[in-house]
């Protein structure tokens, strides 16, 4: 059950992934990337995190991706124009694709020649697992997070100040 | 073993389907009801007695409407986007606890179709995901109004997600856990353990922020600009039509009641009972029925309607029955506790209604203020002054 | 490479037969309702609804940038929320402890949270 569940959302994360690429209007390649992130969520989920699977979909599908959407709708972008593409481009590209993708599935093998995939196997995804490595043993980056939230919140206002004015 | 628990939760997944979509019909009718009796009107009442089977006719009317798709649109999103809202609409219902563990003919079972370990933050990625329905409507529709009710409505809804998210973490605070069913299990034991009244800090403020933050994610009055219908017609779905617009209105009734649910589990004990049995408090369910249906039967001998003179007497038989049910033990064990879970859900939807007869509509600069600038820091106020209390007190 | 199959944390199976439910509900009331409902656009109805005028022109104009703000600080504020309910979970276990290292995480937020208030940009003008 989890092999097919893995397998469906797996292409569905690929499938959506290549079409993040190839569509020509933005909001059709943001609405991709959202189903990239929903897809990332339930292979985390099956891995055993589930806290980070409801984490991913609430961080990346549910905010990060709202706004995106509400630049694309905010700033009326329109359907990407295409520019006739060079020769070697047209034939090169996708062979060359092809072979990129060999030498690094090759190198990975390589690596890792006795690696194992293990459905299920971790098991700190609770949440209590999370709270008890996050306030005790990481307990510096998470204090050091809330300056990085500062600093964005910073650089936000700093970008929109003219507008505000 | 493997397959009674494929055959129970088959079982358990189309009578939860089935009693949802049932609700969703009748919440409607409800809802135009009270709205109705606030206003001193009938409401519906020539479709079956009082009624009863408006819902069924407004099934049929809009299955057999014109679906018009305007040449205009960008095709797939709207096509995607009412699907989107319907599906996560429903989809957080699968996590919620309706009772506790029964036995039925040997099989032990949880009224619930599963129980997550971290169902709290489940409803909230879902929930996370229906602004897309609605943002991606009003944009694909390709419309002035639909545009501005779509961005209207998304930007409320995740202004309002954050004083909702903290009003959230508040009672967690005192019940440590995600998991809807504990959650639930360690407010057992009567009226003062549930987090709404629970020492050392009762969630009384939270519990009031949970709910102004739940009426605005559910776009309802006094939060309902996005279909504001004097400036934007009808906001984001003003150029749907047929069963397109019924996935939207279901689906803005399907988090009506999920977030009346989560109300009910957070802040109300689910389904337990206010005082324990051992005081009498499950003979007040069966109490109540039987005071209905003898107000219904005094109503049908002196009707004052002459359709009156058969219907009332019909469902105060049918109320003194259930009330009647309720009396036996073998059905106790999770009748009661279904009768608490919707009796508390219940009173919460009345709200929602109450409040939509009576309330006017903010205005937008008004909205927007009122989260960020009001609710948001008393959220995290509370939940700071809830972290210190309770750690003071343990 | 080796596979090994655990179940995955207990309990995902029956949402996922919720959610097949869910997508194909909506999918055959529309396909249903296509069967039976009748079908007679015109140039009239099929135009963009501006109540009966001719729409002046295409509706995907420039917004303010006041919704682009919002949901700017939303991502930020989210992310900030997220990192509380783990620390919910564990509240009673981390004790006194827990309680200040919250109150310094939040109360750097909160610095943030004035400053952009100072700065105006929670108005909505």
Known sequence: MDVILFLVFAIIAVVCAINVVVQSHPISSAVSLIGVMGSLAILYLLLGAEFIAAAQVIVYAGAVMVLFIFVIMLLNAGTEVRKGRSLMVQVLGVPLLIALLGVLAFFVQRLYPRSTVHFGGFRGGSALAIGRALFTTYLLPFEITSILILIAILGAIVLARKELE | MIDSFVVITLIKVLVVFAVLMTTLAYLQWVERKVIAHIQVRPG??????????????????????????????????????????????????????????????????????????????????????????????????????????????????????????????????????????????????????????????????????????????????????????????????????????????????????????????????????????????????????????????????????????????????????????????????????????????????????????????????????????????????????????????? | MRVIVNDMPNGYIPIFIFLALAISFPVVAIVAAKLIRPSAPSLTKLEAYECGIKAASDSRGRYTVRFYIVAILFVIFDVETIFLFPWAVRYRALGWFGVSEIAVFLGILIVGYIWAYKKGALEWV
């Open chain 2, 44 to 394: 519906p009442y020539r479709v079956g007695p009082h009624g009863l089977l408006q819902p069924l006719a407004d099934v049929i009317k809009l299955i057999t409407k014109e679906d018009l798709v305007p040449p205009y649109v960008n095709k797939p999103l709207y096509l995607a986007a009412p699907f989107l809202a319907i599906t996560m609409a429903l989809l957080s219902i699968s996590v919620i606890p309706f009772g506790p563990e029964i036995k039925v003919a040997g099989y032990s079972t949880l009224m619930q179709l599963t129980d997550l370990n971290i169902g709290v933050v489940f409803v909230l990625a879902v929930s996370s995901m229906g602004v897309y329905g609605i943002a991606l409507a009003g944009w694909a529709s390709n419309n002035k109004y639909s545009l501005l009710g779509g961005l209207r409505s998304s930007a409320q809804m995740i202004s309002y997600e954050l004083p909702l998210s903290l009003a959230i973490a508040a009672p967690l605070l005192i019940s440590n856990t995600l998991s809807l069913r504990t959650l639930v299990e360690k407010q057992a034991g009567g009226i003062l353990q549930w987090n709404v009244l629970h020492g050392p800090f009762p969630q009384i403020f939270s519990f009031v922020i949970f709910l102004i933050a739940a009426f605005a994610e559910t776009n309802r009055v006094p939060f309902d600009l996005p279909e504001a219908e004097n400036e934007l017609v009808a906001g984001f779905h003003t150029e749907y039509s047929s069963m397109k617009f019924a996935s939207f209105f279901m689906a803005e009734y399907a988090n009506m009641i999920t977030v009346s649910c989560m109300a009910t589990l957070l802040f109300l004990g689910g389904w337990m009972a206010p005082w324990p049995a051992a005081y009498g408090s499950s003979f007040v369910p069966p109490a109540i029925f039987a005071i209905a249906g003898l107000i219904a039967l005094y109503h049908g001998v002196n009707y004052s309607r002459k359709r009156d003179k058969y219907t009332l007497p019909a469902f105060g038989v049918i109320f003194l029955i259930v009330a009647g049910i309720l009396l036996l033990p073998v059905v106790q064990a999770w009748l009661l506790p279904l009768f608490w879970f919707c009796a508390k859900t219940g009173a919460i939807l009345f709200g929602f209604m109450w409040i939509r007869g009576t309330l006017p509509r903010f205005r937008y600069d008004q909205l927007m203020g009122f989260t960020w600038k009001f609710l948001f820091p008393v959220a995290m106020l509370n939940l700071l002054v809830t972290g210190f209390l309770v750690a003071w007190f343990s």
